[in-house]
């Protein structure tokens, strides 16, 4: 589970990083544009190391956090776009089913990038490890039930939070009716 949750937190702050940024530069001008922080240097992998990686990252259906990466933030482009140019929406909108064609595909490379990072974080032969481990029939539940328990750990984690919540409010009440001040 906490292999998947690396990938899941991984791609989410990718996706994230790269919805913000689509933001910040459909609403500046390019010349104006700050560099992109570089990213953090990985060690050179072997092939064997990126191979089985790549073999865990498919095992895991990885690619489906990405899928859908370039038509959102061309999407989501445009729609910043929109805000101020209201008047070329028409334009916008075929413009949007042009780049997105043009850039098909390009979500691979956060793939690449996904099997680079854990062939940064595990040996050649941990991988390898990974793949028996997940070839094997307890690595095949997890790989079955994983998604479900993450979801439902995190419908778990949202309903406590709720209740937690009402816990606070009413030790805030609390003190502050002790102060002589009712909120």
């Not at 104006?32 to 990213?39: D, F, G, L, S, Y």
């Not at 899928?67 to 075929?94: C, F, G, H, M, W």
């Not at 099997?115 to 595990?122: G, L, S």
């Amino acid at each position: 589970m906490k292999y998947r949750s690396h990938v899941v937190a991984a791609a989410g702050v990718v996706i994230g990083l790269a919805s913000a940024g689509a933001s910040v530069h459909a609403q500046q001008p390019a010349p104006k544009q700050a560099a992109p922080a570089p990213a953090p240097a990985l060690k050179q992998a072997s092939p064997a190391a990126l191979a089985a990686a790549k073999e865990i990252l498919a095992m895991k259906n990885a690619s489906a956090m990405y899928q859908a990466a370039v038509p959102n933030i061309v999407d989501q482009t445009k729609n910043a776009l929109l805000q101020s140019n209201l008047n070329y929406q028409r334009d916008l909108n075929e413009v949007a089913v042009i780049v997105a064609k043009n850039l098909a595909g390009k979500e691979q490379e956060i793939g690449e990038g996904m099997a680079k990072i854990y062939a940064n974080e595990f040996t050649e032969q941990e991988l390898k490890d990974l793949v028996t481990f997940y070839k094997s029939p307890l690595g095949q539940k997890l790989l079955a039930t994983e998604p479900r328990a993450i979801q439902f750990s995190m419908s778990y984690m949202n309903q406590w939070g709720q209740v937690f919540a009402q816990t606070v409010n009413e030790q805030f009440r609390v003190e502050m009716k002790k102060r002589g001040k009712e909120i």
